[in-house]
DNA sequence: TTAGGGTTAG
């Protein structure tokens, strides 16, 4: 391949399987000595001329020199009267191929209006429709998208099923999902293209149920072999997915013959993007008893519900599998690794993965800012903030939301205010919900109750449930009745059905000592038929995650778990902790209530743990509620007795606890 | 000698 001059071959033939061979930008001096020495072999009118030509289109398209294979279509159709009408047609089809996989989607389509005009040796052919039609799709161009594709019918083309697959695919990209399911409907003959592109049109024109429709329907057809293409297309239509859907879903992964890595790849993510992160952790544990070698997209899919559950042991083993496979640097992975080092609690991983990287994204760095955020350093977090910003990156949304929640963990209320204020003056980004949310917490947790709820009535959009939930959490705090019970008017008629929040404005009855409202709150939920959101909590041991419930008596080391709780309760209450008892719902006894309390889902986790590794081991739990103050106390008190760092992770932040010193500093 | 659907991180 790097022949030089005087070693090239002096055949047609040797020399067309060189100019083949040369595939990337290294190759081009060698391919244009081939080049050269092919136009002095075959004359224009030579029979092989024209199939040298592809070659040649195809070579320097691999080469990365595009303006090169564009002046080998220009000679060739210019001297066409050698080579059949057929020909340059091919040449044609290559170089616009080479386009569309280059993302040159305009260049593509500009190459393609140049054909006509030509004449009929340069004749579009039903190679050419596909891939101008998947060139509309990308440029989201619906008028030209309805040209070609009347153009298509008029030729008669309209029955090939390439033709039909990626006139289906443009109308629906184009937000045509009726025209592209009439076209699929035409069709006289179908495969699993067709169906899969039907499927993945309608799941990206939105209409889910549509797709999942079809998707049933094509599976239950007798004989039909769903493929990757089938699972990569419902995938995208499984984003809010009913659960019966994911069964039915894994049911149709688990029929297939042979799955292909992307069939992996896609029940990993329809596990992983509705929430079932376990779900997600043990697919990938069957990957590796199958041996199926995963690439990086399995690893990017996996390593957030590692995150998520704080599964630390199975995220380093993906770690030691990224870096045995050499796949760094890759910003996907990279990123996504950062998060599961966070969100399993471990900040030091986070930031040696950032360290080591040797080229940082937007995303790179709003993964160590929310890093340090969740992990109560908001300084730190600021900090990072302004050196993304010297380093020249420009924050997006997402970053505003990293650094604001970093601000407001931290009770950071000048740089958040001021964040928020260059957010919109200085890079023009509406606020949306969450960088709301993220101020009223800010303020209302600072104890500038009225300043949030004023700051709530200049909001631009609809305040939601999460931004008034925040304001009733600080009213809560700050025991401020008259505000808070604005919020919780807002709260009943945005969520009437979460009753999160009902538990919180019960306690801020109970905290005023307005009992009777204690009890009509009470009565509403029972009324409504609203239990209690249940409190769980997960952790990780060796390759199982365990679930622990409030009160939980169903784990099979039941008795033992009871057991070293209330020794450890002994314990700390000689030290002098006395349950929190107004963190609970006011309606049972006081003896009742220390003993609701005692069985919170966080505190059978810690004691799960201490009961089954050794002495000093990190504790990690994941739970799915906020932390209440009575178990963040519990928390400090037993990693003092024990000496063990405990790591609790709620919905909000991360509470890293060191000889009875939690990270948050107690600001939560 | 060329063509269709489809997966990943904040």
């Known amino acids: 391949m790097h022949a030089s001059r005087s070693h090239l071959p002096t055949s047609g033939e040797s020399l067309l399987r060189l100019v083949s061979a040369c595939r990337a930008p290294a190759h081009l001096p060698s391919l244009r000595a081939a080049h050269a020495r092919l136009l002095v072999l ?40 050698g080579g059949s009408s057929r020909t340059t047609t091919v040449c044609f089809n290559v170089l616009i191929r080479a386009l569309t996989a280059a993302s040159l989607h305009r260049d593509a389509l500009v190459l393609f209006a140049s054909m006509r005009p030509r004449g009929p040796a340069c004749s579009p052919d039903h190679y050419t429709y596909p891939l101008v039609l998947k060139s509309c799709a990308a440029s989201n161009d619906l008028l030209l998208g309805l040209q070609i594709h009347s153009a298509v019918a008029k030729l008669r083309l309209d029955a090939n ?104 790849n896609a029940m990993l993510a329809v596990y992983a993007n509705n929430g079932y992160h376990v779900k997600a952790v043990e697919l990938f544990m069957l990957m590796e008893k199958d041996e199926v070698e995963p690439d990086s997209v399995t690893l990017a899919t996996v ?22 496979k050499n796949m760094c640097p890759n910003l996907l992975l990279e990123n996504a690794l950062m998060d599961m080092y966070a969100n399993c609690g471990c900040l030091k991983g986070a930031r040696d993965v950032f360290d080591s990287m040797s080229a940082r994204d937007v995303i790179s760095w709003t ?52 964040y928020f204020d260059s957010m919109t003056s ?150 002098g902790y006395n349950p929190e008892v107004e963190a609970t719902l006011h309606d049972v006894e006081e003896e009742d209530k220390e003993g609701h309390l005692s069985v919170h889902s966080e505190k059978l986790a810690i004691a799960f743990l201490l009961l089954n590794t050794s002495p000093g081991t990190t504790i990690r739990v994941t739970m799915n509620l906020r932390t209440c103050s009575d178990c963040h106390l519990a928390a400090k008190l037993i990693s003092v007795i024990t000496s063990t760092e405990i790591i609790l992770k709620d919905t909000n932040r991360i509470h890293h606890i060191v000889q009875g010193v939690c990270s948050c500093g107690d600001y939560w």
Not at 305 to 323: N, Q, T, W
Not at 481 to 505: C, K, S, W
Not at 543 to 563: A, K, L, N, W
Request: net charge neutral; glycine share 8%; aromatic share 8%.
């Open 42 to 81: 075959l004359h224009p009118s030579h029979p092989s001329a024209a199939h040298a030509s592809v070659k040649l289109i195809q070579a320097y398209a691999a080469c990365s020199a595009l303006p090169l294979a564009h002046a080998v279509l220009e000679s060739s159709s210019s001297s066409s009267a």
């Open 161 to 264: 099923v390439y033709v039909a697959h990626s006139a289906i695919s443009m109308y629906a990209r184009c937000g045509r999902p009726e025209d592209a399911y009439r076209v699929f409907d035409g069709m006289q003959h179908r495969d699993v293209v067709s169906w899969n592109a039907m499927i993945a049109g309608f799941a990206r024109a939105g209409l889910f149920d549509r797709a999942i429709e079809v998707f049933k329907q094509f599976v239950v057809l007798p004989g039909s072999m769903p493929d990757a293409g089938t699972m990569a297309g419902i995938l995208s239509a499984m984003g809010n997915a009913k659960s019966e859907d994911i069964v039915f879903v894994r049911s149709v992964f688990n029929n297939m013959q042979f799955k292909e890595l992307i069939s992996w």
């Open 303 to 324: 390593l957030p519900p590692c995150g998520e559950l704080s599964a630390f042991s199975v995220g380093k083993r993906i770690h030691e599998i990224i870096k045995r």
């Open 367 to 418: 993964s160590i800012i929310s890093a340090y955020g969740k992990h109560g350093h908001g300084r730190e977090a600021v900090y990072l903030f302004e050196k993304m910003l010297e380093e020249g990156l420009k924050p997006d949304s997402i970053a505003f939301v990293a650094v604001l929640a970093a601000c407001s963990h931290a009770g950071l209320l000048d740089d958040g205010k001021s």
């Open 426 to 575: 200085r890079y023009h980004i509406t606020p949306k919900a969450e960088h709301y949310t993220c101020m009223v917490d800010l303020l209302g947790r600072a104890g500038c109750i009225s300043e949030a709820y004023d700051f709530i009535t200049t909001m631009l959009i609809e305040p939601n449930e999460r931004v008034w939930g925040a304001l009733l959490q600080a009213c809560r705090i700050h025991s401020n009745m008259d505000i808070g019970l604005v919020a919780a008017d807002n709260l009943f008629r945005l969520v009437p059905e979460q009753t999160g929040y009902y538990v919180l404005l019960s306690n801020m009855y109970a905290r005023a000592g307005r009992w009777a409202d204690v009890t009509s709150v009470r009565s509403v939920m029972v009324n409504k038929g609203i239990k209690k959101f249940p409190g769980t909590s997960i952790v990780e041991l060796g390759d199982r995650v365990h679930t622990f419930h409030i009160g939980d008596r169903c784990h099979p080391q039941s008795e033992m778990i009871y057991q070293k709780l209330d020794e450890l309760l002994g314990k700390i209450r000689r030290m």
